[in-house]
């Protein structure tokens, strides 16, 4: 390589041999500055597996595994990776992954699996790593990834159905209601004269409920989820899917499931499987929120009973102007459009700023929301509510709109 000098002249094939072979070593601190922004993201993400753990940085053969603590979690790494390199490189990645770095290990110990911290984030690193299993690793995966998802539904699928269940007349009244219907301060109030001194309690002699509406399947409102695949957005797809497979089981509403990164994953009827969708995820890869969106917007049958959730970081890899003029579209034609940056238990997003307060000043609501506020929001969305005003009722602060965009997006 004494030939061949980094400087602005370079010839641009010896600036391709001088990327490749920085690349192939791997770029400390002193030659990252001659890599691109991608380059140095690329070398990062090799850097994690194959990177040198000894001081022995120009020989790559003494290279070791590296995704320690300091290193980015295990699902956006390999989005990453699924970014950079086409799919049998990727494959050949994440065995290394597998193997190095004793994932197969740890999962085959069963004191490992009790102490494991079973999250969310566990689950994405399952889900990501999943090809590179063998078949018995991976129904241990599957093992663990259920009891997640079990826990995670019994903590939020009540409040969700309550909240999306409203389709409950409140001014029609019954006598005989259904026990998640009974209306307990009525009840009380109707037998205080039943009131056992004895055991401080009221017996009631007469229950006071909600009487339900009758709703044929075609008054039934549509709700689309359409999620961001890629390797940041891993926590919010695993909570999107559960919150999916919730809604799909309420007779209230239709509910679908699409999953995008480069290609488009319909895993609407999966859903009556939350632990099947995961696996239907590919987590990782490009971003098309144009392709996706124009999918979705194909299938909603009446825009005026449709409701549109987004979840992404908005960082498009494909045509910006047209997305936004697609979203620009699908709000004239009356269908509900949310946009969620994230759906994570922190609720801090890295996200486009620009592309955001773009989406904004469509009169698209932008923000970032928490599992724990999803029920709440989706409930006031069916009821085609301002967002905006629920919003800071939660305390949860919109993307301004970019005022300079909405004719670009005309």
């Not at 999953?259 to 098309?288: H, K, N, R, W, Y």
Request: hydrophobic share 40%; glycine share 6%; net charge negative.
């Amino acid at each position: 390589m004494d030939d061949e000098t980094v400087g602005p002249d370079l010839h641009p094939i010896e600036g391709t041999r001088e990327r490749r072979w920085r690349l192939a070593i791997g770029a400390d601190d002193e030659s990252s500055s001659a890599l691109s922004e991608e380059d140095r993201r690329l070398s990062a993400a090799l850097d994690a597996l194959y990177g040198d753990g000894s001081g022995d940085a120009g020989d790559p053969r003494k290279r070791r595994g590296g995704l320690g603590r300091s290193a980015p979690r295990v699902a956006q790494w390999m989005g990453d990776i699924r970014s950079f390199f086409p799919e049998q490189v990727v494959q050949v990645v994440q065995k290394d992954a597998f193997e190095r770095l004793k994932l197969k290990q740890m999962l085959m110990e069963p004191e490992f699996l009790k102490a494991i911290e079973a999250d969310v984030n566990l689950v994405a690193d399952l889900v990501s790593l999943r090809s590179a299993m063998p078949e018995k690793t991976r129904d241990i995966a599957r093992s663990i990834i259920s009891d997640i998802v079990a826990k995670l539904m019994q903590r939020l699928e009540q409040k969700t159905a309550e909240a999306i269940r409203g389709a409950l007349d409140r001014s029609r009244r019954t006598n005989r209601p259904r026990q998640r219907d009974i209306d307990w301060p009525r009840t009380i109030a109707a037998n205080l004269r039943h009131y056992q001194p004895d055991h401080k309690t009221v017996v009631p002699e007469k229950l006071v409920g909600f009487m339900r509406r009758q709703r044929r399947l075609v008054d039934l409102d549509e709700v689309t989820l359409c999620v961001d695949q890629s390797g940041s957005m891993a926590s919010s797809v695993i909570y999107a899917s559960i919150f999916a497979a919730v809604m799909a089981s309420l007779p209230v509403v239709r509910t679908k499931l699409v999953c995008f990164d480069t290609a488009i994953v319909d895993l609407t009827e999966e859903l009556s499987d939350p632990v099947e969708v995961l696996f239907g995820v590919q987590l990782g890869g490009g971003t098309d929120i144009n392709q996706a969106v124009a999918y979705c917007a194909e299938r909603i049958e009446r825009p005026t009973k449709a409701h549109f959730v987004l979840i992404t970081d908005l960082y498009e890899g494909g045509n910006g102007q047209e997305l936004l003029r697609r979203l620009a579209a699908l709000v004239r034609s009356g269908v509900n459009v949310v946009v969620l940056l994230a759906l994570t238990d922190q609720g801090r997003p890295g996200y486009d700023s620009s592309m955001a307060g773009s989406v904004a000043a469509l009169g698209v609501p932008v923000f970032a929301c928490t599992p724990d506020h999803f029920p709440d929001m989706m409930a006031a969305a069916l009821r085609r509510e301002d967002i905006g005003a629920w919003a800071a009722g939660a305390d949860i602060k919109l993307i301004r709109p970019d005022s300079e965009t909405p004719s670009a997006a005309e």
